[in-house]
C-alpha cells in the first residue's frame, strides 16, 4: 500500500523558457499529499508544460521542485515516481495490452539481461518475477475492467478502453503522484462523464496525490478537491471550485470559469442608471471598473415596464432543466445572458422585451487590472 503522505509536491518559482520566451512562471505550488489537483486554463496557457516540468519531461529554467519532501528538480523522470497519462495514451501499438501494462513494471523489476527476448526469461529468478509481474497487471486489469482485453492490440480497442490501458499502465507502477494531461480529451461526451466518475472513484481507491490538466471546466468543477486556474503560463487562483466559482480573485478567472458565459460591462455604460449609483454606493474606485455577473445571477422575465436592464430577446439557448435568453439592451455592447424559466422558455420569443431581474449580490466587480475589488463593507469587516 502506498504511504499518503509520501506525495506532496512543491512548487517554487518555476519558469520555464522557450528559445527566450517565458511560457511558464514563475509558479508557486503545493500540492497536499493524496489531493485531486486540477490545472484549467485556456489553450496554449501552459498546462502541460507545467505538467511535463513537475514529470521531468522538462528542464526547469528557473526554481525548484520537491515530490514527497525532496528535492527532484534535476532528477530524470525515472527517479521521480511519478506516472503520466497523456492525451494520446501513447501505447505501443505492436504490443497486447497485457504487454503494454506490463512495460513500466519489467523496466523496475527486471535487469537488463532478464528484458531480453526468449534467453532473459531463463535467467535465475526471472520466471518468478515474470510471474508477479503478470499477477499485478492481471489485478490492476480487473479493477479497471479491462481483464478480457489482455491480448488484444490497441488498434482493436475502443478510444475509452485504450484510456484505461493507459491509466492501468500508469496504476501498476503504484507511484506517488499521477500526472494526467487531457486525458478524456479523446472520449465521445457520454463517456467521458461516465470516466470522470470513475477517475474520481480510482483516485479515492489508490489515495494516491493527483494532477489533472483540462481546458474543461466542467471536468475541472465536477473531479477536483483544488482547482488552479491558469492564463499566459501563470496561476491567477487556487481553491476549491466553490471557492474559485463564488469567489473569483479575477475577471479572466470567473470568466473562464462561467457557463454559458460571463456577463461584463463597463461600469461607464450603467454609471448614470439606478444599478450604478447603487455599485458606486459600495465600492470605491469604480469609474474605470468592469461590472460582471453570472447567468445565474439574474433572470429574464417578459416585462413592457422599462427598467435599467431591459431590452430584447434575441437567442434562446435550452440545455434541458436550464435555460438562458440572450438579451440585447440598447447601451450595451454586449447582450446579456440571463436564467429563464425552462416553462418560461418555450413562450419567449425573439424581439420579445424582457426585464432582467439582477441579484446585485451576486455580482462582482473588477478593476482595470482584472483583479476583483471587494465592496467596502466587506474589506471593513
Ligand atoms: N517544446 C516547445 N518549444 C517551444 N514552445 C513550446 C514548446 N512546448 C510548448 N511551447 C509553447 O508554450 C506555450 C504553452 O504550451 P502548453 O502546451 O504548455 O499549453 P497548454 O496549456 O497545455 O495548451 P493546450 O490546452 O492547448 O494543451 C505555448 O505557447 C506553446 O506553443
Ligand atoms: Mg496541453
Redesign the pocket.
Known amino acids: 500500500m502506498i504511504d499518503i503522505n509520501d506525495g506532496a509536491i512543491d512548487a517554487r518559482g518555476l519558469v520555464k523558457q ?2 527566450g520566451h517565458r ?1 511558464v512562471g514563475p509558479v508557486d505550488l503545493s500540492v497536499r499529499p493524496g489531493e485531486f489537483l486540477t490545472l484549467v ?1 485556456p ?8 505538467l511535463r516540468l513537475i514529470a521531468g519531461l522538462e528542464t526547469a529554467s528557473e526554481g525548484s521542485i520537491s515530490i514527497a519532501g525532496r528535492t527532484v528538480t534535476d532528477d530524470p523522470p525515472k527517479e521521480r515516481d511519478v506516472a503520466m497519462v497523456f492525451q494520446n495514451y501513447a501505447l505501443y501499438p505492436h504490443l497486447t495490452v497485457a504487454q503494454n501494462m506490463a512495460v513500466p513494471l519489467r523496466m523496475r523489476r527486471l535487469s537488463l539481461p532478464q528484458r531480453l527476448p526468449f534467453v532473459g526469461s531463463l535467467l535465475p529468478r526471472s520466471a518468478a518475477t515474470l510471474a508477479e509481474i503478470d499477477h499485478d497487471v492481471e489485478q490492476v486489469a480487473k479493477s479497471l475492467g479491462i481483464a478480457q482485453l489482455l491480448s488484444r492490440k490497441p488498434a482493436q480497442l475502443s478510444g475509452g478502453q485504450r484510456q484505461r490501458v493507459a491509466l492501468g499502465r500508469a496504476i501498476v507502477r503504484k507511484p506517488r503522484v499521477f500526472l494526467l494531461d ?1 486525458p478524456l480529451s479523446n472520449l465521445d461526451a457520454q463517456l467521458r462523464v461516465q470516466m470522470r466518475s470513475e477517475l474520481v472513484q480510482l483516485h479515492r481507491r489508490l489515495q494516491v496525490t493527483l494532477i489533472y ?1 483540462t ?1 474543461d471546466q466542467a471536468e475541472a468543477m465536477t473531479m477536483s478537491n483544488r482547482i488552479a486556474v ?1 492564463f499566459a503560463g501563470n496561476i491567477l487562483q487556487i481553491g476549491t471550485p466553490e471557492a474559485v466559482y463564488d469567489d473569483p480573485d479575477h475577471l479572466k478567472v470567473a470568466s473562464f470559469i462561467s457557463n454559458p458565459g460571463l456577463n461584463t460591462m463597463p461600469f461607464a455604460a450603467i454609471a448614470n442608471t439606478q444599478l450604478g449609483r447603487q455599485i458606486g454606493a459600495i465600492v470605491s474606485g469604480s469609474a474605470e471598473c468592469t461590472v460582471a455577473f453570472r447567468p445565474e445571477a439574474c433572470t429574464a422575465v417578459s416585462s413592457a415596464d422599462q427598467t435599467d436592464l431591459s431590452g430584447r430577446v434575441i437567442f434562446c439557448e435550452r440545455f434541458g432543466a436550464e435555460a438562458f435568453a440572450h438579451i440585447a439592451v440598447d447601451y450595451l455592447e454586449h447582450p446579456i445572458i440571463a436564467r429563464i424559466e425552462p416553462a418560461h422558455a418555450t413562450r419567449l420569443t425573439c424581439e420579445q422585451l424582457v426585464r432582467v431581474n439582477l441579484d446585485i449580490s451576486k455580482l462582482f466587480l473588477f478593476g482595470p487590472d482584472g483583479l476583483r475589488l471587494r465592496p467596502r463593507r466587506r474589506a471593513a469587516a
Not at 43 to 50: A, I, R
Open positions: 522557450f528559445g511560457v486554463g489553450s496554449g496557457c501552459g498546462k502541460s508544460t507545467l487531457e490538466v481546458h491558469m
